[in-house]
């Protein structure tokens, strides 16, 4: 009897370990399924984008200076005084430059009457040919004598370099005003541009990127024109970017105003795609894969990917293996196996930022 009893249990047990080794052989099916997060591929143009502050500039700003020395007469206009090209804004005393010039010209008469003589008397072979080459030479010396007379009696006076705004004045009558002193500071009207500084890691990739930024008087992105990238970073280590400013039919934004401007980087290859950079595994011999899920049976199967190069907001940029709209395991990637199935993380409300709830 005892006997019998034992081999009952024995029967007993060995129908357990048949039913749980069941479905292939393998303990993991009869675990739950590993919570995982989806994500689902977006192309390099959708999925890099980055956002830098920015200032409105004028896209000519300039200090107006005389180019010669001399007591401050009058200045036309004053700090927010709209200006237009050619229009004279500032002088000073011109007087000491005027006999300056009455001076030079009445040199100039004397010494060009007495090369005119000279010349003709050579034309007749009278005069000597060193009499002909003073004579010429001479007339040459003062003739530079009188236009630079001429040239700054003219610089005693400022007319404006374009149509602009008077921004600032910064010396008033009657100051006396040394040569490259700045009298009036203009900036231009009508065209604007925006300056911002990008780091290393974006500046290889700015050439080909799309900028947009938002203003509250204009419905919608307004698209911005690259102008120039500077070739050298500052003392921050960023890289000055000038965008230019479109037309927008409305008020333009005023020079000083801050914004924020979106950077999106799109790629020249099609099949190019961002990924988070946890969806990336690597195995021993550095071979990249990640996890693609099957939403039809919630398995997951293994897909070898290139890797292009890392981004600086936490993503991947893959050059092959992945195509848009393919859903991969972006977290939790690190001990699957292939064939096996998953249970996908429920996204965290809009409320619950960094689903921390």
Not at 306 to 315: E, F, I, P, Q
Request: a negative charge; aromatic letters at 6%.
């Amino acid at each position: 009897m005892r006997m019998k009893t034992i081999m009952l249990k024995c029967g007993a047990v060995t129908a357990i370990a048949a039913a749980l080794c069941g479905c292939g052989g393998s303990k993991v099916d009869t675990m739950a399924p590993p919570a995982v997060q989806l994500y689902t591929v977006e192309t390099a143009a959708t999925g890099i984008c980055h956002q830098y502050p920015g200032k409105v500039k004028a896209a000519e700003e300039v200090n107006m200076a005389f180019k010669v020395s001399g007591t401050l007469m009058a200045i036309h206009v004053d700090a927010g005084t709209y200006v237009h090209a050619g229009q004279l804004i500032a002088e000073i005393d011109p007087r000491d430059y005027q006999l300056q010039v009455d001076a030079v010209e009445a040199e100039y008469q004397q010494i060009a009457a007495d090369a005119q003589r000279v010349i003709a008397l050579y034309g007749d072979s009278v005069a000597t040919a060193a009499d002909y080459d003073r004579a010429r030479y001479g007339l040459q010396q003062i003739t530079a004598k009188r236009d630079n007379a001429r040239n700054q009696l003219a610089d005693t006076k400022i007319y404006a370099p374009f149509d602009g705004i008077v921004q600032d004045r910064f010396f008033d009558p009657p100051t006396v005003i040394g040569a490259g002193m700045p009298v009036l500071s203009i900036v231009s009207q009508g065209k604007q541009e925006i300056e911002i500084n990008i780091p290393a890691t974006a500046y290889r990739s700015a050439s080909r990127a799309r900028f947009t930024t938002a203003f509250d008087f204009v419905d919608g992105a307004v698209p911005l024109t690259l102008i120039s990238i500077a070739p050298k970073a500052n003392a921050n280590q960023l890289y000055t970017v000038r965008l230019a400013i479109p037309p927008t039919g409305a008020s333009l934004p005023a020079p000083g105003m801050n914004v924020m401007v979106n950077m999106a980087i799109t790629d020249d290859a099609d099949s190019a795609v961002v990924v988070p950079s946890p969806a990336v595994v690597a195995d021993d011999a550095d071979n990249c894969y990640v996890w693609v899920f099957n939403p039809e049976d919630s398995c997951v199967s293994r897909r070898s990917v290139a890797v292009d190069r890392l981004t600086a907001d936490g993503m991947t940029l893959l050059s092959d293996g992945l195509a848009t709209g393919e859903v991969i395991v972006a977290a939790g990637a690190h001990h699957l196996t292939d064939a096996q199935r998953v249970k996908p993380m429920e996204a965290p409300a809009k409320s619950n930022i960094g689903g921390l709830l």
